[in-house]
């Protein structure tokens, strides 16, 4: 299991995933990322910074966005 | 030389060429090629000849590009379809090889910026006048500060492309990079290293072009000219010592040269420097002359210099696994699904410079096709491990291309150690595994596998691999199965020294008759080798450690 830190970059309050900037790659992002249930829909503003767990490492479909904070 | 221009004054609808018969002293009068698309006005030109003198000019406009040729002399007069679709052209670069070979850099339906190649059919691998479709390259998000314009691409030795990344922050940039494709890799394979920044600040990129002996790279200052490929050195007669190793997931040489003569005094600016390739290829005089292996390929990565004494000159390099162990990600790259882990590997390697070959690979690695991800500064040695991990297969170092292969339990020994060929020493080791009942669990599904003898012994517990990508239950039991095989492997040890065998491979399965210790043809698996040849001692040897197959 391993943390990562990255940016909001994009959230669709349907199907609660993001798109997420992760810490290190300036051109690309990290797509459909599942949210937390419990991280209300307006605290997922672009350019909050974020906290994700990847369950399996290189498994982008095994990860949760856990936290946004600024 | 035929030099393709929109004509000023216009709003660049139209296409139109002179030509020269002097090599550029002296043009012809204007001829226009017509209008590609009435009323889109073009965003770029590329042009390129086959070997029979027959040219095609590319015209792309925001949204697609079309292709006119000239055939024995003779244009068609006929803008065809030509593929490109984008939702905006940035550049665009063709290089004639049997095919059209096309790189395009420009945005997407969906707002993404990035650098995709494509063919266009000749009759070569595509169907004249058909495209392929687009495969990228380089890729930035729709939101982010990067875009990519103005390629160049050419055939030299290999394919060579310059494209130029711009980066619109706060620290702007706006900056060539160059790339190439692997050696003996096809254009269609879409295997490119690792783009590397040119040192150079560029609006319109570099412009390439081959010739004979070098390739020119030119922007409006500057002209540069490739250097001619060196002749290999033979440093055979100067081998005092040479030490070369290879394991899984790791190898390397150190080679130690007489220096007697100060004739590599001035190592690190000749042929002798960072990063030059070194070729270990064991030989025997036979019955039929010299024979040699392939053998092993490393890169120098470093060099000690013993004066005094005895001068020597100390060698050290690393092999495919250095250079994965070098390469970093500069940025998220995502599948989903999209890729099988062989492609994934391909990819990864490439990236490093280095080729995959598929020497008799599961078809669970060509199959199974997971959601993958690498995170920016990850490694590409620790990324090829995580991919192996969840297959059968195995990969190793054949010159410079790496090789991937089942490793099945039932594979059938390739040679045989003792009496003929002898074993001079052996160590021969048994030990319990690590684990002997793997339970993989996917998503809703479940995979196990067991080596009942020691289930039954009660020597471990259960191990569980959790792994969200195995959607079916016959993919869950590959991964259980990989893993009962892995521990197969582990349960025997141990090594041999023998007379250098040049085949010798990591990974290949052979028998070993050593009554020593009650060994008859007795099968195990090669888990690491090393090769170690000084001459004047008389030795020629390897260590071979041993693994259950």
């Keep these: ?70 | 030389m035929f030099v393709f221009y929109t004509p000023p004054g216009e709003q660049r609808f139209s296409v139109s060429y002179r030509r020269s018969l002097d090599y550029g002293q002296t043009f012809g009068s204007p001829v226009s090629l017509g209008t590609p698309a009435s009323g889109f006005p073009l965003r770029w030109l590329a042009a390129g000849h086959t070997p029979d003198g027959d040219i095609a000019v590319f015209a792309a406009i925001s949204l697609r590009v079309f292709c006119q040729r000239r055939v024995q002399g003779t244009w068609s007069g006929v803008w065809t379809d030509a593929n490109g679709f984008l939702a905006d052209v940035s550049g665009l670069a063709t290089c004639f090889r049997g095919d059209w070979n096309m790189v395009i850099s420009g945005t997407d339906s969906a707002g993404k910026k990035g650098v995709w190649t494509y063919f266009l059919g000749e009759g070569a691998a595509q169907t004249r006048d058909t495209s392929s479709s687009l495969q990228e390259l380089a890729l930035a998000g729709a939101n982010s500060l990067v875009e990519f314009r103005c390629p160049f691409l050419a055939y030299y030795d290999v394919y060579r492309l310059y494209f130029v990344e711009r980066f619109n922050g706060q620290q702007y940039y706006n900056r060539p990079y160059r790339t190439q494709s692997l050696p003996g890799a096809s254009f269609q394979a879409n295997l490119w290293r690792e783009p590397v920044p040119f040192d150079l600040a560029s609006d319109y990129g570099v412009a390439l072009a081959p010739g004979p002996t070098a390739l020119w790279l030119s922007v409006p200052d500057g002209v540069w000219r490739s250097l001619a490929p060196p002749e290999p050195l033979d440093l055979t007669p100067q081998v005092v010592s040479l030490v070369a190793a290879a394991e899984p997931a790791r190898g390397g040489v150190r080679v130690e040269l007489d220096n007697s003569q100060g004739q590599f005094a001035t190592v690190g600016t000749g042929l002798l420097r960072e990063g030059a390739e070194l070729a270990v290829s064991p030989g025997y005089y036979a019955s039929t002359g010299p024979q040699l292996s392939e053998g092993l390929a490393f890169w120098i990565s470093g060099w000690e210099q013993v004066v005094g004494g005895e001068n020597r000159l100390v060698l050290e390099g690393e092999d495919g696994w250095g250079l994965l162990e070098r390469w970093r990600a500069r940025c998220q790259f995502t599948w989903k699904g999209t890729k099988s882990v062989l492609e994934l590997l391909a990819f990864i390697l490439a990236r490093a410079g280095l080729a995959l070959s598929p020497l008799g690979p599961s078809t669970f690695i060509q199959g199974h096709r997971p959601d993958f991800t690498i995170h920016a500064g990850e490694r590409g040695s620790w990324l090829v491990a995580q991919l192996l991990a969840r297959v059968p297969d195995g990969l190793f170092f054949r010159g410079s291309t790496a090789l991937v292969k089942e490793l099945s339990p039932t594979e059938a020994s390739a040679y045989s150690y003792g009496p003929i060929h002898p074993v001079l020493q052996g160590r021969y080791a048994a030990r319990t595994p690590q684990g002997s009942w793997a339970q993989a669990l996917g998503r809703g599904v479940l995979g196990e596998d067991f080596d009942w003898e020691r289930v039954e012994m009660l020597t471990s517990g259960v191990l569980q691999l959790q792994d969200l990508n195995l959607l079916q239950a016959s993919q869950a039991q590959e991964r259980a199965q990989a893993q009962v095989r892995r521990w197969g492997r582990e349960q025997l040890g141990g090594e041999i020294t023998v007379p250098a065998h040049c085949g010798q491979e990591l990974y290949d399965v052979v028998d070993i008759t050593d009554p020593r210790a009650g060994l008859e043809g007795s099968l195990r698996r090669i888990a690491g080798l090393t090769l170690t040849y000084q001459p004047r001692q008389g030795l020629y040897q390897h260590r071979l450690l041993l693994g259950g197959v």
Aim: hydrophobic share 45%.
């Design chain 1, 1 to 70: 299991m391993e943390v990562r830190r990255g940016t909001v970059q994009a959230f669709d309050s349907g199907s609660y995933r993001a798109t997420v900037q992760i810490a290190g790659s300036l051109s690309t992002w990290l797509g459909d990322v599942a949210v937390a249930r419990n991280i209300p829909s307006a605290e997922m503003q672009v350019g909050r910074s974020c906290a994700l767990v990847f369950f399996d490492e290189t498994n982008p479909s095994d990860a949760v966005l856990v936290a946004v904070y600024t």
